[in-house]
């Protein structure tokens, strides 16, 4: 929903040079280190597959050739491993599809071959200093060093669709005398959508901080809330 | 007009352009493909009305969802590969190292001055040299360009050493440029250290031969591919500056913003530059080590020279009245 999504969830909301907005859901720091461990592991097994290979070819061609296309695998696996999957049309490596990530364009595109090269290269010294890569947490994109380069950021490759838990339907419809701002409305409507998929002490808690509206705290409070979502939503 | 009412009105044509974008994402071509665009414009309409009268999470979330594949679907970057490759030769490389000038000038002053500098005190005083390069390094030096040396020539006689030391040269070399460009997002700081290393390394190595050793043997190993090396260097070295000068003088921009600019800009020189220093391997690996006369070995490297200076500055210019 356009405007309460910067409040009410972690969405990034995109416009499109069509005119529209989209949002994004961005993909928090530790499913990626997560990703980033996986992809370390098929690396390593890459490696490991292909020195067999040139282990077993060796006599044929003799040891300086072999040990060329060695090196030469190694740098194509150290340096485009990532670079390569990312601009196919997985838009992932193998870690991120494993773990339904996807890395896209600011405008939630698939990446360039440039985009990908930069990103993927400064992650190389942005591990040296251990702590660099956490400057994602203070992004709300989530975007490492490497990211803002690129212009790029890793989001969850299926957008989610929430099922609608509306848990029970309130007892009364509470009309709304007072003028509600569109964030205010959405917020109030989410509740209600949202709520079968909560325990009872959450919805007390979250319907408690609209006592001041409601005037009543605990269950009551949350069946005038959801009375006012009934209501709201019958007017539209 | 109400949430229900809308979803009816409109559920059949959200079907088909998902059953479309199956196809499509699927890499068929669909029988009436041209009504993708005009289909997927659509769906940002259903997608803007949605949720201007918050008609909810169901509707909405399903809208984004097909919006976004569409996007991706419609907008999908696909070149012709050849005649991109051929209009960045030709065009956007030197194009951009003309408009970057004055990083050229800063990385070759950061370069060039180290290694004359070290190449100038091996003249008064060896000392410096040798703390620099360590007797292993000397070591090795005295093997490759001694007085009474096994000469490189001599040593790539064996079958495959050239695809060898090629394949050696691209992953080392390449790799360096790649890190010399990473090294940039430490504000250039990493980036500068390479540079003045390297410098200080090279000309080492030149002050030290010319000290210890034959320096024909390594003026004439080193002439082939010596302009794609340093010039392939100095260029990744001014993608990397132009990164770091990003973050540091961020003009008009916030940082974040700057740096992504300064990478879409800069591009283009880390692609050329390490195209470069890839040439210069193949040089290097095949022809530099070729038993040849020095004379031929220098007039070829100096017409390297020339070319590279050609290269950046006349190609891709508009001549006439364009």
Redesign the interface.
């Known amino acids: 929903?356009?405007i309460p999504a910067r409040r009410i969830d972690t969405l990034q909301t995109v416009e499109?040079a069509?005119?529209?907005?989209?949002?994004?859901r961005a993909a928090g720091p530790f499913l990626r280190l997560i990703a980033y461990i996986l992809d370390l592991l098929v690396e390593v097994a890459a490696l490991l597959l292909i020195q067999l290979f040139f282990n077993l070819i060796f006599p044929l061609?003799?040891?300086?050739?072999s040990?060329?296309?060695?090196?030469?695998s190694?740098?194509c696996v150290?340096?485009f491993y990532h670079v390569l999957f990312e601009i196919s049309p997985w838009g992932a490596t193998v870690g991120k599809k494993a773990l339904g990530l996807r890395v896209v364009d600011e405008?939630?595109?698939?990446v360039?071959l440039?985009q990908a090269?930069?990103r993927n290269?400064?992650?190389?010294?942005?591990m040296i200093l251990p702590f660099v890569p956490l400057i994602a947490f203070f992004?709300p994109r989530f975007?490492r060093?490497?990211d803002?380069?690129?212009?790029t950021l890793v989001v969850y490759a299926?957008?989610?669709?929430?099922p609608?838990l509306l848990g029970p339907l309130p007892l009364e419809k509470v009309p709304v005398n007072l003028t509600l701002s569109?964030e205010e409305?959405?917020a109030i409507?989410?509740f209600r959508?949202?709520n079968g998929g909560w325990s009872e002490a959450r919805r007390m808690e979250l319907s408690n901080h609209l006592s001041k509206v409601t005037g009543e705290v605990g269950p009551k409070g949350v069946s005038k809330i959801l009375g006012m979502a009934q209501w709201l939503e019958e007017q539209? | 007009m109400?949430?229900q009412e809308f979803e009816s009105k409109n559920q059949t044509e959200w079907q088909v352009f998902e059953q479309q974008l199956k196809g499509a994402e699927g890499g068929k071509a669909p029988a009436d493909g041209h009504k993708l665009p005009s289909r997927?414009?659509k769906i940002?309409?259903d997608?803007?009305l949605a949720?201007?009268?918050?008609?909810?999470?169901?509707i909405?979330?399903?809208l984004?969802?097909l919006?976004?594949r569409g996007?991706?679907t419609i907008?999908?970057?696909r070149g012709a590969f050849g005649e991109g490759a051929i209009k960045f030769v030709m065009q956007t490389f030197p194009r951009t190292i003309r408009r970057e000038w004055k990083l050229f000038a800063i990385v070759s002053a950061v370069f060039w001055l180290p290694f004359f500098a070290m190449w100038w005190s091996a003249d008064k005083e060896i000392h410096w040299v040798q703390a620099l390069l360590g007797s292993e390094q000397m070591a090795s030096i005295d093997g490759m360009y001694g007085k009474d040396a096994d000469t490189v020539e001599h040593l790539r006689q064996?079958?495959?050493?050239n695809?060898?030391m090629?394949?050696?040269y691209?992953?080392n070399n390449?790799?360096i440029d790649?890190?010399l460009?990473?090294?940039g997002?430490?504000f250039g700081i990493?980036t500068l250290f390479y540079l003045i290393y390297n410098g200080l390394f090279f000309g080492a190595v030149v002050g030290y031969v010319e000290y210890a050793g034959e320096p024909e043997l390594l003026w004439r190993f080193v002439a082939g591919h010596s302009s794609f090396e340093l010039l392939g260097m100095l260029v990744v070295g001014m993608a990397g500056l132009k990164?770091g000068f990003s973050l540091l003088a961020p003009g008009q921009l916030g940082r974040?913003e700057a740096?992504?600019k300064?990478?879409?800009d800069g591009?283009p020189l880390?692609?050329g530059g390490a195209l470069l220093t890839s040439l210069a391997a193949v040089v290097e690996g095949f022809w530099s080590a070729q038993p040849m006369a020095p004379n031929i070995k220098y007039t070829v490297g100096i017409t390297f020279w020339g070319l590279h200076l050609l290269y950046f500055v006349f190609a891709g210019r508009r001549f006439g009245g364009a």
């Open positions: 929903m356009a499109l069509e005119g529209m907005e989209i949002h994004l061609v003799g040891s300086n050739v040990q060329a296309f060695m090196l030469l190694v740098f150290w340096w405008a939630g595109g698939g360039t440039g090269m930069i290269f400064i992650r190389g010294v942005e992004n975007q060093l490497g803002l380069a690129a212009g299926r957008p989610r669709i929430d609608l569109r409305e959405a409507l989410s959508y949202r539209r | 109400n949430r997927f414009r940002c309409y997608l803007s949720q201007y009268r918050m008609f909810g999470h169901g909405c979330d399903k984004n969802a919006a976004i996007y991706r907008h999908r970057k064996e079958h495959g050493s695809f060898m090629f394949a050696h691209i992953n390449v790799g790649f890190r460009f990473a090294g997002i430490f990493g990164m974040g740096l992504t300064a990478g879409r591009l880390l692609i």
